[in-house]
């Protein structure tokens, strides 16, 4: 089946830093793709819609000068946290969506569990 | 703006036993989903539901949903240990593919 692939699993950044998640779609091509950010037994929230080719569309309230969404390709989405703070370690989750013609099934990735120190 | 709601939040339960777990969301949608999610892991797939009346059934678990209500269940009969994890909905906002999630269900069942 469809495989949403993560990297990396885990990361540990200096604050300050910047750092890069990747989100691949293994086996179809991804339009849209979407992330989101976890806390600690906490749910799941929307961060951004990221479409191939264009700017990536923010929910309220997310800073989209820290957090850099790149679809550069339809099988790659990567999520850049700018200049990390310890209040931005989280889980971030990304998934893609197979789009209409597929019968638009969303994919999860495995998550990146981001700790800022 | 659709807001998603489940309860209970935390369920601890013997094994055995059966409960539901409520999923209320606040305006139309085509779609609503529930995941099971364990510790430091990311989401598995357990239900689409896609239209009003729609049941879904695997195991122990099974889904329902009600859109005139604006209300999806999830029965677990029967509960096993195996089961315990958070389960969180997620309802569709129609055309636009985003999901928003519930605020997810703690479920430990003790053996």
């Not at chain 2, 209320?24 to 598995?44: H, I």
């Not at chain 2, 209500?69 to 195996?82: F, Y």
Request: glycine content about 6%; overall charge positive.
């Amino acid at each position: 089946g469809a495989v949403v692939s993560q990297h990396p699993s885990r990361v540990i950044c200096k604050s300050g830093t910047s750092v890069k998640i990747e989100c691949r779609s293994l086996d179809f091509q991804a339009t849209t793709m979407f992330w989101y950010r976890q806390f600690p037994k906490q749910s799941l929230m929307l961060m951004a819609t990221s479409n191939e080719g264009s700017k990536a569309t923010y929910e309220q309230g997310v800073e989209k000068d820290k957090f850099l969404i790149n679809h550069a390709s339809l099988t790659l989405s990567t999520l850049t946290v700018t200049s990390a703070h310890p209040e931005d370690s989280s889980f971030y989750i990304c998934s893609a969506s197979t789009g209409r013609i597929s019968g638009n099934t969303i994919y999860f990735g495995e998550g990146s569990w981001l700790t800022v120190v | 703006e659709l807001k998603v709601e489940q309860n209970p939040l935390f369920l601890s339960m013997q094994e055995g036993k059966n409960y539901t777990i409520y999923c209320n969301y606040s305006t139309t949608s085509d779609r609503l989903y529930w995941y099971r999610q364990d510790p430091g892991k990311s989401l598995e797939s357990l239900f689409v539901l896609l239209s009003n009346g729609a049941v879904k059934q695997e195991g122990r678990l099974m889904a329902s949903l009600d859109t005139k209500a604006r209300l999806s269940t999830l029965h677990i009969t029967a509960a096993v240990h195996d089961l315990s994890a958070t389960y969180f909905c997620a309802v569709e906002t129609s055309g636009t593919y985003k999901y928003i999630f519930g605020t997810g269900t703690r479920l430990k069942v003790l053996a």
